[in-house]
């Protein structure tokens, strides 16, 4: 067993430090609250000193008692304490509890922002998704075989480092099927694969492959796009130049996603 962080070093660390310093930073709004104590203290302070003296003056006897509990009176009472620290402890309690529900705010600022925000932009893959394809969806022509198709395409993948193939491999298993080895496995960037699979011509991409091996894949173009809208990445197959399906892969989302963006 080996401990690579240790202390301060440690993730647990870095997140107490986080949350300190985020509660000892400085909202905009304070520094508002800060120009009008600054000129509310001085004020205080002459209404203290003109309290003082009048009662030291005018007052009943005794003068300087009466002067020195009024002096103080409009002192603890007029002062300003509540406005300089209602905006640091608000911060401090606020940060604070969203560290205990899992929600960590980097400064101040940044929670005074967050008041006014309406749209949150949050990137999909491994975030608000496990980061882990999975195949989803297999459907054909009339007359294909899903289990055919998915063999056929698993195995030309299996050749492949792709995250997606991985994803066609790992459901084909699922399915207990039982996958062939490939011949002539060729790579296309950013359009597919090409190989032979039993003796048989197996082509899997999009349709920038098709459109380049001249294989028609109209009739199932519209499904295509309906899975994508859904957020698949959609592959079709061919099998000896004639379309013979389409496959769907896509990133799970995480069971926690719905309560952590509600």
């Not at 300003?80 to 600022?109: F, Q």
């Not at 063999?151 to 099927?177: C, D, K």
């Not at 079709?236 to 952590?260: C, H, M, N, R």
Request: charged share 20%.
């Amino acid at each position: 067993m080996r401990a690579e962080r240790v202390g301060n070093e440690t993730l647990l660390a870095q997140i107490v430090r986080m949350v300190s310093e985020a509660q000892r930073s400085r909202a905009p709004i304070q520094k508002l609250a800060d120009v009008v104590s600054s000129y509310f203290v001085p004020t205080v302070a002459a209404v203290v000193v003109i309290t003082f003296i009048i009662w030291a003056l005018v007052g009943p006897e005794p003068r300087m008692a009466y002067a020195l509990v009024n002096a103080v009176a409009v002192f603890i009472i007029a002062c300003p304490c509540a406005l300089g620290l209602a905006t640091p402890m608000s911060i401090m309690v606020g940060t604070g509890r969203g560290a205990a529900a899992g929600v960590l705010i980097k400064n101040a600022e940044a929670l005074e922002v967050l008041e006014k925000v309406d749209t949150a932009v949050v990137d999909k893959t491994g975030t608000l998704t496990e980061g882990k394809p999975k195949l989803v969806t297999v459907e054909t022509v009339p007359g294909a075989s899903e289990s055919e198709v998915l063999r056929l395409a698993a195995s030309l993948e299996r050749a492949s480092e792709h995250p997606l193939a991985s994803a066609i491999v790992a459901g084909a298993y699922a399915r207990q099927l039982q996958l062939a080895k490939d011949q002539g496995f060729q790579s296309y960037t950013g359009k597919g694969i090409f190989g032979v699979v039993e003796g048989q011509r197996v082509a899997l991409g999009n349709l920038k492959l098709f459109d380049d091996m001249k294989i028609d894949a109209a009739a199932l173009r519209d499904r295509a796009e309906a899975l994508r809208s859904e957020g698949q990445t959609v592959m079709f197959v061919a099998i000896e130049k004639q379309l013979a399906g389409l496959i769907g892969v896509a990133d799970p989302i995480k069971s926690s996603t719905a309560d952590a963006i509600e």
